[in-house]
T-cell receptor, first 114, second 112 residues
Framework: DQQVKQNSPSLSVQEGRISILNCDYT??????FLWYKKYPAEGPTFLIS?????DKNEDGRFTVFLNKSAKHLSLHIVPSQPGDSAVYFC?????????????FGSGTQLTVLP | NAGVTQTPKFQVLKTGQSMTLQCAQD?????MYWYRQDPGMGLRLIYY???????DKGEVPNGYNVSRLNKREFSLRLESAAPSQTSVYFC???????????FGEGSRLTVL
């Protein structure tokens, strides 16, 4: 029973357009959410996070939105660049920030077309 | 910038053989982790170590053992490998930022 779900295994976007990656969760105890990015033959790298006390967090071209009532978060990349092509994992944590409690989604392969 | 280093990067085993995956970090982190990644499953926690001398089971610990040798090193051992343990294994460590894990490059293990 996956508590964190990424229902889109893949997404293709034109360079310069917006990429929107989605993630749903079922456990209402999750209170901290993260996105990781993974290139082939490399380990995942931390991208951006958001606490459940917020509904939006921005870092440059990357913005994460959290809708607690819908148990849904999304990652927006604007504008998308070819170098953003990677697998994106969302992750959720409970209690707040405890790394050992991270639950990962199955990932979405983003391809940005030049 | 070494960060988290894991060896070997690739390994092929026969069923029943044993092996140890090595991991070392140079960021002076207290916490270290072993994850496995399988297609369609995301990353699943096998074992973690909150500090030197302590280890705890994660979501999928069966068939594995770990050793936190010192603050830098955290090894994962498969005593009797099974085909179900074919996977990509990632070691990670964490510092002060909540939830921010630093991963190694991964070790691809195939059990025949």
């Amino acid at each position: 029973d996956q508590q964190v779900k990424q229902n889109s295994p893949s997404l293709s976007v034109q360079e310069g357009r917006i990429s929107i990656l989605n993630c749903d969760y079922t456990n209402s105890m999750f209170d901290y959410f993260l996105w990781y990015k993974k290139y082939p033959a490399e380990g995942p790298t931390f991208l951006i996070s958001i606490s459940s006390i917020k509904d939006k967090n921005e870092d440059g071209r990357f913005t994460v939105f959290l809708n607690k009532s819908a148990k849904h978060l999304s990652l927006h990349i604007v504008p998308s660049q070819p170098g953003d092509s990677a697998v994106y994992f969302c992750a959720a944590s409970a209690p707040s920030g405890s790394a050992r409690q991270l639950t990962f989604g199955s990932g979405t392969q983003l391809t940005v077309l030049p | 910038n070494a960060g988290v280093t894991q060896t070997p990067k690739f390994q092929v085993l026969k069923t029943g053989q044993s092996m140890t995956l090595q991991c070392a970090q140079d960021m002076n982190h207290n916490s270290m982790y072993w994850y496995r990644q399988d297609p369609g499953m995301g990353l699943r926690l096998i074992y973690y170590s909150a500090s030197e001398g302590t280890t705890d089971k994660g979501e999928v610990p069966n068939g594995y053992n770990v050793s936190r040798l010192n603050k830098r090193e955290f090894s994962l051992r498969l005593e009797s490998a099974a085909p179900s343990q074919t996977s990509v294994y990632f070691c990670a460590s964490s510092g002060q930022v909540p939830g921010e894990l630093f991963f190694g490059e991964g070790s691809r293990l195939t059990v025949l």
